[in-house]
């Protein structure tokens, strides 16, 4: 397991950007799988993109983000990236981090997560 630690969560008009950055301990960050969810209130946590280990390069939007948000990382940094661009009032929600070791098919399966952030919130006013 890593730890994960979300930052850059806040309140923003819509049509606005915020860019939430996630660090993780330890050195084998570049072998994990990467994953964005948000929670909103009285909802399931849901995908929102996802990023392979370095040796992949495969990423995973969910498709009320496509075009929208941009997911990256950067293994020197232990850090990983969701820019959220164009924002609208249903994207609010609290946003976490997880990493996994796991089956590309199974990247938008909570269930397959084994670290978590303990997430920030972010509020899209209209």
């Known amino acids: 397991q890593v730890q994960l630690v979300e930052s850059g969560g806040g309140l923003v008009q819509a049509g606005g950007s915020l860019k939430l950055s996630c660090a993780a301990s330890?050195?084998?960050?570049?072998?994990?799988?990467m994953g964005w969810f948000r929670q909103a209130l009285g909802k399931e946590r849901e995908a929102v993109a996802a990023?392979?280990?370095?040796?992949?390069?495969?990423?995973y939007y969910e498709d009320s983000v496509k075009g929208r948000f941009t997911i990256s990382r950067e293994n020197a940094k232990n850090t990983v990236y969701l820019q959220m661009n164009s924002l609208k009032p249903e994207d609010t929600a609290v946003y976490y981090c997880?990493?996994?070791?796991?089956?590309?098919?199974?990247?938008?399966?909570?269930?397959?997560?084994?670290?978590w952030g303990q997430g920030t919130q972010v509020t899209v006013s209209s």
């Open positions: 997880a990493a996994a070791l796991l089956k590309w098919d199974t990247v938008p399966k909570k269930e397959v997560y084994d670290s």
């Open positions: 330890g050195r084998t960050f570049g072998l994990y799988t």
């Open positions: 990023i392979s280990w370095s040796g992949a390069n495969r990423i």
